[in-house]
């Protein structure tokens, strides 16, 4: 029996997505489109996860799949693959807003190639953890084509417009430590030690207040596209709102009382 080419586990609040095409570099096709978008809102819509990590094993995602690329091309016309490629762009979209929506932490742990889609998959996650022998490339225009993913709304966000501009055009590779310079991994480890790391980091978010994560990751995400103004009204309602829940309560007392907080996620 075959493998499903995503898999998902659960423990201690914590789910872990799987990509698993490795004998493809995890590259993205209409299989793993779908598995991934499925395993994603699942996470998000089950109120006992708290915290996701994505990962891909030995490669992280190499992009999309370029041998069903050219085979779709061969069996359409201009009209026709124009319309297929909008289609599957969309549901592989459905997969980044659901990322950035969801009100738990994403940690994106990342081993080998991210390039592509991998690579806005992963700037689309909120931490990324990246092993040593992590490296990195844009890479759609070596193929022909522009961006999709939310790279482009990312990457300038993360690294400047400029550098965007270098990484997306040129489609240069990069390795870990570069990545991290450039701030588009939190924190770079040895390669035998990602998976530990990973699974430490986890733990830290799942044991957090999670509720709280979530307005927090709500008013980062937005605040790019505000005034000042209505981000300080936000701020102010979603500090209220966290006050009048018992995490609040707990992260007080367990301050005054010189303890660690044992917070609920609500």
Known sequence: ????????????????????????LNALNRELTLGLRDAVTA??????????????????????????FHERLAARSGAGTRLEFESLIHEVHTIIISLRRMPKPV??????????????LMMACDLVLAADN??????????GTSPDGGSTFSLPRIVGSKKAMEIALLSDRFDAATAE?????????????????????????AAGPTAVYGRTKALLNGSLNTSLESQLQREAEF??????????????????EKRKAQFKGC
């Open 134 to 143: 992590a490296y990195f490339t844009l890479a759609y225009t070596l193929i």
């Open 181 to 205: 310079r450039l701030g588009l991994v939190n924190r770079v480890v040895p390669a035998a030690a990602l998976e530990a790391e990973t699974a430490k980091l986890a733990a830290r978010l």
């Open 107 to 120: 940690v994106a742990s990342v081993s080998g190639a991210a390039a592509g889609f991998g690579m806005s």
């Open 239 to 256: 500090f209220a709102r966290s006050a009048s829940e018992p995490d609040f309560a707990e992260g007080v007392g367990a301050f005054v």
């Open 43 to 68: 996470a998000e819509l089950d109120q006992a996860v708290r915290c996701v990590v994505i990962r891909g094993g030995e490669h992280f995602m190499a992009g999309g799949d370029v041998k069903s």
């Open 1 to 24: 029996m075959t493998e499903p080419v995503v898999l998902m586990s659960m423990a201690d609040g914590i789910t872990t997505v799987t990509l698993n095409r490795p004998q493809a």
